[in-house]
């Protein structure tokens, strides 16, 4: 799939016209999410009612899964790309948003709610015929689109993964990028503590963070709005040993404690709650972050930042500034 700028964004889209479902497959259930019909879905907001909002869609189970504050607050069935038009694997960000878009290359069809994440790709409400039917957009019942779309924010985390991938929280007495001493936790935690949730419309302080650290490259870049900020070399203990792939979304900080709480997401573990959370404290204490990048990343971090660790290459065709992508798995472009 080529990549598109902003405004392509926009004048493209990759809806199918709307397939009618009928009334009942609409509603909410109660159900396991293994058990869900096509069209069903599950929203309990109150289980945490703020806090940065990730979305993980799990093309194998053809689901997406909503968590807030790293706490899974809804799940529902999709439709993601039909053969040729495959939804693209990666970790992306939502910076663009449009309550009623119509697609100009698909005869005009309407795509409400939609969630820009990948050139043409979207979040958005569509058909939901039980398979993979789109253009490569993310199809979501029409009501659970809605309730999506009315609590992401700028920034917000779509993770796109072949089999679903464990998630859990981490707290951590500092960053979960360094296992330096840190002797200025205090003034760092209070760089955060001080920001709230970037807005969905940019702002002067509506700056949404992403950070790649390539264990290939032993580097770590840093993107602001999909603009590089950091591109430095970093330390990597046992570097012989794979880091795997992992993302991180900062929650918040603990004022009391000076203490950093994050939502964990282990790519690819084949199921939402198989998450070790040793394992990954593990895998970010191996890192060597050079003391100023790490103060320029704590005094940037905000609730919602993205942190992504990978064995690959964090080459160009990876990532956009056009489309803020964090990163996007070439295996299966």
């Known amino acids: 799939m080529a990549l598109m700028n902003r ?7 990759c809806g199918l016209p709307l397939l009618a479902i009928p009334e009942a497959g609409m509603a909410q259930t109660e159900k396991p999410a293994t058990d869900l ?12 009612t703020s806090g940065p909002v990730a979305v993980v869609v799990s093309l194998s189970d053809q689901l997406a899964f909503v968590y807030r504050n790293g706490i ?12 040729g038009y495959e ?17 100009r290359a ?28 789109s253009h490569g957009c993310i199809h979501l019942p029409s009501a659970f689109a809605e309730l999506v779309f009315g609590v992401t924010h700028n920034g917000t985390p779509v993770i796109v993964t072949s089999e679903r991938s464990g998630v859990g929280s981490l707290t951590h007495a500092g960053l979960v990028l360094t296992d330096r001493d840190l002797k200025d936790i205090e003034t760092l935690t209070g760089h955060v503590a001080s920001k709230s949730l970037p807005r969905d419309r940019s702002g002067e302080d509506d ?21 590089e900020f950091i591109n430095a070399d970093i330390g990597i203990e046992h570097p012989r040993l794979p880091l795997g792939t992992h993302v991180y979304v900062l929650n918040g900080v603990d004022p009391a404690n000076h203490t ?26 191996r890192l060597v ?8 990343i704590a005094r940037n971090l905000h609730p919602g930042a993205t942190m992504m660790l990978t064995d690959l290459p964090a080459h160009p065709e990876t990532r956009t500034a056009t489309d803020f992508v964090i990163m996007r798995d070439m295996r299966n472009a």
Request: charge should be neutral; include cysteine; proline fraction near 6%.
């Open 260 to 285: 950093y709480d994050w939502m964990a997401v282990g790519l690819g573990t084949g199921h939402e709650t198989a998450l070790d959370v040793q394992r990954e404290i593990a895998v970010t204490a």
């Open 87 to 103: 939804t693209p694997t990666g970790v992306f960000s939502v910076l663009s948003k449009e309550k009623m878009h119509h697609s």
């Open 207 to 227: 700056d949404a963070i992403a950070i790649i650290v390539s264990g290939a490259e032993r580097r770590l870049i840093a993107l602001k709005n999909g603009t």
């Open 106 to 133: 698909y005869n005009n069809a309407a795509m409400p709610d939609s969630q820009f994440f990948f050139g043409g790709c979207a979040l958005h409400a569509g058909g939901l015929p039980g398979y993979p039917s």
């Open 7 to 13: 405004r392509q964004i926009l004048a493209a889209g």
């Open 37 to 48: 019909k096509p069209g069903e879905w599950s929203w309990y907001p109150e289980r945490a």
């Open 289 to 296: 972050i050079p003391p100023n990048v790490y103060e320029q």
């Open 72 to 83: 899974r607050i809804g799940v529902s069935t999709v439709s993601s790309g039909r053969k």
